[in-house]
């Protein structure tokens, strides 16, 4: 008997989990400050209800009505097509963006553990620049985080979709919500914080470009976490009397929201400081770090910051897990415990290149990138999009929307969106992630 999700709530927040990652985080608040503050939000919602929250009904329909990981529901839907190598793109992708997710996550696990030593209080901007540069550099240090990590991650998926996934999300999401609520009251509070946050938010239409329109597709398609089989992975494990359309609109506002949340305490901060608005790791471990470690109470603060980051980073990294856990169940019967410890070992040793990557050496390169970073684009921008856009098709025009309406009008009272739906999942969804394919090949 496969197994299944315990509860709605249980199911909703490790999928809110999954979608609520690293992104929300030094991504989010980025792009919305860079493409038109309130506008911008404007124009994310609209994607978001268009192409975001169809595109994970349809990707959650197929998960719940193959009850397989997507290499087996791809067959199950489609037997004796080429499909089920769609699903192997998606755990493939899975297996590449645990593999580098879990060193950046390593290196906030460290400066949790070093604010809480309190070696990261009260060190001026210049010096922590060094302190980040070290800390990547140290192949003992990067290497040793990362196994902490992916040993963590393990640990919660060893015990299964309830007594693993499920608890921990049910304690770490309103943990993680809570320690995200302590720092937006504490920023908030700084001398010029409102203004930041009143700037934010703004809406300053003339920043909407077609680049802006392009960041909030993208946007919208990572942080769901969409094209590489977590949704059908964990809509595999629901019961068929589950309110479908109904939980994907919940893991939605839940996503958003909490983007909105770290964007109210990220761009803040940075106002308060009169610092330049960037993205990426810099953002957490030279500026903000800067930032905590200079407020009154800085070291618990960067402490539970850095701490709501691993929180954020661990149920996304657990999904990603599950995929490739779940698809080694399915279809090799293995038993959970040796599948955990081979998709662990396996995700770890591939992590490894990226945790020597920052080195003074630029050690291990690919195409002259580091190999952290050219294998983020290589999953990020190719076979994420790639998996997405095939996925999409796949639902709107193989196995076809009726079906797909008929199985997420399953459990629901009724869904009366089923029309409109069909529409945005046949035309608005493969179009739009073939523009974020599109675009992320240019970036390259
Ligand atoms: N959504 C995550 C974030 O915002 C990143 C991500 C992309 C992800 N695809 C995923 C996480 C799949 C878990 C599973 O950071």
């Known amino acids: 008997m496969r197994p299944t999700w315990g509860t709605r709530l249980g199911f909703v927040l490790a999928t809110a989990g999954a979608a609520v990652g690293l992104g929300n985080v030094w991504r989010f608040p980025t792009v919305v400050a860079h493409g038109g503050g309130g506008a911008f939000v404007a124009v994310f919602l609209i994607i978001v209800a268009a192409v975001g929250i169809p595109a994970l009904m349809g990707e959650l329909a197929i998960g719940r009505h193959a009850a397989r990981g997507p290499v087996g529901a791809f067959r199950r839907l489609a037997p004796g097509t080429r499909w089920p190598w769609v699903g192997g793109l998606g755990v493939a992708a899975a297996v590449a963006i645990l593999s580098f997710y879990s060193v950046i996550a390593g290196w906030c696990l460290g400066y949790a553990f070093h604010f809480l030593t309190g070696r990261l209080a009260n060190v001026p901007q210049p010096e922590l620049e060094s302190t980040f540069v070290r800390l990547v550099a140290s192949p003992a240090a990067s290497v040793g985080w990362h196994s902490v990590f992916m040993g963590l991650t393990a640990l919660v998926?060893?015990?299964?979709?309830?007594?693993?996934?499920?608890?921990?999300?049910?304690?770490?999401?309103?943990?993680?919500?809570?320690l995200l609520a302590i720092v937006a009251v504490r920023v908030l509070r700084l001398e010029g914080a409102m203004e930041g946050l009143a700037w934010f938010l703004s809406p300053r239409w003339r920043d909407i470009t077609a680049g802006a329109a392009l960041a909030a597709l993208g946007q919208v398609f990572f942080s769901f976490s969409l094209g590489m089989g977590v949704l059908i992975t964990y809509g595999s494990y629901?019961?068929?009397?589950?309110?479908?359309?109904?939980?994907?609109?919940w893991v939605a506002a839940a996503d958003v929201g909490i983007a909105l949340l770290a964007g109210s305490v990220v761009i803040p901060a940075l106002f308060a400081f009169d610092l330049p608005i960037e993205g990426g790791p810099r953002l957490l471990f030279v500026v903000l770090t800067g930032v905590f470690g200079a407020m009154p109470l800085g070291r618990l603060l960067g402490f539970l910051f850095f701490l709501l980051l691993v929180i954020a980073a661990l149920t996304s990294a657990i999904a990603l897990l599950e995929v490739g856990v779940t698809t080694l169940m399915d279809e090799w019967r293995w038993s959970r415990p040796r599948s955990v410890v081979a998709a662990a070992a396996f995700t770890f040793l591939l992590?490894?290149?990226?945790?020597?990557?920052?080195?003074?050496?630029?050690?291990?390169?690919?195409?002259?990138?580091?190999?952290?970073?050219?294998?983020?684009?290589?999953a990020s921008n190719l076979m994420l999009p790639v998996g997405g856009l095939l996925t999409a098709v796949f639902i709107g025009w193989t196995w076809g929307t009726g079906r797909a309406q008929a199985e997420l009008a399953t459990g629901t009272r009724r869904f009366r969106a089923a029309g409109v739906w069909g529409r945005a999942m046949r035309y608005l969804v493969p179009v739009a992630v073939g523009i974020v394919l599109l675009g992320g090949l240019l970036a390259g």
């Open 238 to 249: 629901l019961q068929r009397d589950s309110d479908l359309p109904g939980a994907a609109v």
């Open 157 to 178: 998926v060893f015990f299964g979709i309830r007594g693993g996934i499920e608890r921990a999300s049910k304690l770490l999401m309103p943990a993680m919500v809570l």
């Open 351 to 378: 992590g490894v290149p990226s945790a020597l990557s920052q080195g003074p050496a630029g050690l291990v390169t690919v195409f002259g990138l580091p190999f952290l970073e050219a294998v983020d684009f290589f």
